[in-house]
């Protein structure tokens, strides 16, 4: 027997609407070129809690936390680690605050961004920083964890038991854009193994995010869903950027990124949304396409 | 008979066998620049291939490249005694408000395999530093590099700082990261642009010709 079973009402309710990117979102805000989103959450919470609420007025059922990167090894990077437990509780605190009861807060947790293969971080240190930031979110009430934007097996397994580990449904997500056909990550992962393995690690739900756009996670879905038994969650890109005028411009329109829908609800997804260049407007196509029902009123 | 199996193995990543095949090589009377030239170099150029048709993912680049570590470690006392000297110089980093040196540190490993000297400034290098590595090194052959695209116009201003120190243009300047593209390198007037580490080192050969 399972423990949790918010999962298993929400895929029954399914397909189920996530949100979009917040990086960009926080940028239009005025998060300055090259600092660490998260640390708005101290610094900017007003800012934060605006691209959470217009996700949940797009109609996000589910909206993520703004700490992706607030891993003890990703914040050691500007110096900030000592405040590793202070970003992720304000994060969860903020989109919390955000969702007002309307939508249901997973808590986000990226890569370290360093890699074990060139003994720039070990084992140890990874299971130390995903433990530290996966509890300091439990202890700050997130509904949920997403291991998100992960392309070596090994990092990802390590980041979802230390997820599991804080009791709470866990959802683990790879990034497919790499090799002859753009379906593994850049360490070489299949979607398969991805799928197969991050289910023994104990998520409930498995999927993918960012990428090379909606078209290319069609057939990649399909391949996740064929090898686990858990619902999938899907997060693309808005295709990829181009550089305009000194500027870089997603192509693809909200309608578009929403037509492929379907498809993806049809390859088995069952939690859906957008990654880098999505907009709350997507999020808004996704529900008149998928003809889900309108956020409420507050 | 030999080069050609040392450099299967160093392709295949295999360290161990690639550090004794070198050592082999030598004492069977090869001269240390014939083992970089006719096996490490064009084994790494074979692996640079397979990375760039994606065949090969980064486990197996990371793998050739220790290999390529190991025999330069067997080769580089024979390399000086005999003067054979690098390819060229090249100062890298991963641009001011970026902190992301994955992508980079590949470049500096396939950089390094194929024969450049190259000063890894790390990331969230100001232009400053690049002037000053640029100076201080001598190296004609500057890389940037930016994952995020928040940080694309640091690019920009690196370059200038690089022009202004070295009008004639002897120093080249080459861009890459994943936000990059032909047209920003046109615009903001880099020598080059590389879509990943092998064309990085393309680039290089073209722009750093043996003197």
């Known amino acids: 027997m399972r423990v949790t079973s918010l999962i298993d009402d929400l895929v029954a309710e399914a397909p189920v609407l996530t949100d979009g990117a917040w990086g960009t979102e926080l940028q239009r805000r005025g998060l300055p ?266 | 008979m030999e080069l050609e199996n040392l450099k299967q193995r160093l392709i295949e990543g295999d360290a161990r066998a690639v550090a004794d095949l070198v050592g082999r090589a030598l004492e069977t009377g090869h001269s240390a620049e014939s083992v970089l030239n006719q096996a490490l170099i064009p084994g790494m150029g074979v692996v640079g291939e397979r990375f760039e048709q994606g065949e090969y993912f980064v486990p197996e680049l990371l793998l050739a490249a220790r290999a390529m570590y190991a025999a330069l470690d067997v080769l580089r006392p024979h390399l000086a005694a005999s003067g054979v000297a690098p390819l060229g110089r090249v100062v890298i980093g991963t641009v001011q408000g970026d902190l992301h040196d994955i992508g980079k540190k590949l470049v500096v490993i396939m950089l390094e395999g194929s024969g450049f000297e190259v000063t890894d400034l790390g990331n969230d290098v100001s232009p400053e530093r690049f002037v000053a590595a640029a100076k201080e090194t001598g190296a004609r052959l500057v890389g940037l590099s930016a994952l995020l695209s928040t940080t694309l116009p640091a690019m920009g201003k690196i370059v200038r700082a690089i022009r202004e120190f070295d009008p004639s243009g002897n120093v080249k300047v080459i861009i890459g990261g994943a936000p990059v593209t032909q047209a920003f390198a046109d615009d903001i007037g880099a020598d080059g642009f590389g879509r990943d580490a092998t064309a990085a080192v393309t680039l290089a050969r073209r722009l750093l010709p043996a003197a």
């Open chain 1, 33 to 298: 070129a090259g600092e660490i989103g998260d640390l708005w959450n101290l610094s900017h919470p007003e800012h934060v809690e605006e691209v959470a609420r217009a996700y949940v007025d797009a109609g996000s059922r589910i909206i993520l936390t703004n700490t992706f990167r607030a891993n003890r090894i990703a914040l050691e990077r500007c110096r900030e680690e000592s405040h590793v437990e202070e970003i992720n509780r304000a994060g969860v605190a903020i989109s919390r605050r955000a969702s007002a009861g309307r939508a249901l807060v997973f808590a986000s947790i990226g890569p370290s961004g360093k890699m074990l293969m060139t003994g720039d971080v070990d084992e140890a240190q990874l299971t130390a920083a995903f433990s530290e930031q996966s509890e300091a979110l439990a202890a700050a009430g997130a509904d949920g964890l997403v291991v998100e934007t992960m392309t070596d097996l090994v990092e990802a397994r390590i980041a979802v038991s230390a997820a599991v580990a804080t009791g709470l449904p866990v959802v683990a997500c790879m990034v497919f854009d790499a090799g002859k056909h753009r379906d593994r990550t850049i360490m070489g992962v299949a979607p398969q193994t991805a799928a197969v393995e991050l289910t023994e690690a104990g998520a409930e739900v498995i999927g993918a995010n960012c990428g090379i756009g909606v078209e290319a996670y069609i057939p990649i879905c399909a391949a996740l869903a064929s090898a686990t038994n858990r619902p999938i969650w899907i997060k693309p890109n808005a295709g990829l950027p181009e550089f305009v005028d000194g500027g870089l411009v997603y192509r693809m329109t909200a309608e578009q990124f929403a037509g492929h829908a379907p498809a993806l609800i049809s390859a088995g997804a069952r939690f859906i949304g957008g990654c880098c260049g999505t907009t709350p407007e997507f999020v808004a196509a996704l529900r008149r396409r998928l003809s889900l029902v309108a956020p409420l009123n507050h």
